[in-house]
């Protein structure tokens, strides 16, 4: 069982591109998140979906964009990278909003 | 607005108890949640309390008074793989029972 997985591992990027973070859970959740950690920091949500077809906005939705088109896929896709977005993301499931989270190993983003 | 408040770090001997506390400010209130991350790793669920006192599980316990506002974890015969962060987090019934989160508490647990 993998749980959830996240690609890529670690990414460097260049200011402007385009870039999307993968997320896929095998655990058929309804619900799926993306936060963003800086260093020494606690978690931000930054996209959620409480069950596929639907998203809504976190803490810091600002410059990144989500899809959820079926149960297993999450992928957040920054449009335009800024430096500011240097972060690790990790990607969570759970069965519904208010119930355990199960976290993806992370995707560390270095934009430069 | 919505905070949590925890110690930055806190230290400890191994084979001891500590104690790391969460204070929180959040209209909406549903639970609260702990998780631990070790460096370079990803959160993994530890506990959750919805009604006010004691939830245990090993050696882990944790505790909620919600009239305080109050939440602590509780880790007991400290071993040197508890070594990590630990995060509180509370669900917000205001904001579709998303996850607000600490910054997190640094446990560092000497021999």
């Known amino acids: 069982i993998a749980g959830i997985t996240q690609a890529p591992t670690s990414q460097i990027l260049a200011a402007g591109r385009r870039m999307t973070l993968r997320c896929t859970q095998d655990m058929r959740h309804n619900a799926m998140y993306w936060y963003r950690q800086d260093l020494g920091l606690g978690l931000r949500l930054i996209h959620y979906?409480?069950?596929?077809?639907?998203?809504g906005k976190g803490e810091v939705p600002d410059g990144y964009s989500v899809s959820r088109a079926n149960t297993d896929d999450f992928p957040l896709t920054l449009a335009s990278a800024v430096p500011s977005q240097t972060s690790v993301y990790f990607c969570?499931?759970?069965?519904?909003?208010?119930?355990?989270?199960?976290f993806g190993p992370g995707t560390r983003l270095l934009v430069l | 607005g919505q905070s949590l408040e925890q110690p930055s770090e806190v230290t400890a001997v191994e084979g001891a108890i500590v104690q790391i506390n969460c204070t929180y400010q959040?209209?909406?209130?549903?639970?609260l949640s702990w998780y631990q991350q070790h460096d370079g790793g990803a959160p993994t669920f530890l506990s959750y309390n919805a009604l006010d006192g004691l939830e245990e599980t090993g050696r882990f316990s944790s505790f909620l008074s919600r009239s305080d506002s109050y939440g602590y974890l509780l880790l007991q015969e400290l071993q040197m793989k508890d070594s990590a962060s630990y995060f509180c987090?509370?669900?917000?019934?205001?904001?579709?029972?998303?996850?607000?989160w600490g910054a997190g508490t640094k446990l560092i647990i000497k021999p």
């Open positions: 987090a509370v669900n917000n019934a205001d904001s579709n029972y998303q996850l607000i």
């Open positions: 959040t209209s909406g209130f549903y639970g």
């Open positions: 979906s409480n069950t596929a077809g639907t998203t």
């Open positions: 969570a499931s759970s069965d519904g909003p208010a119930e355990t989270q199960y």
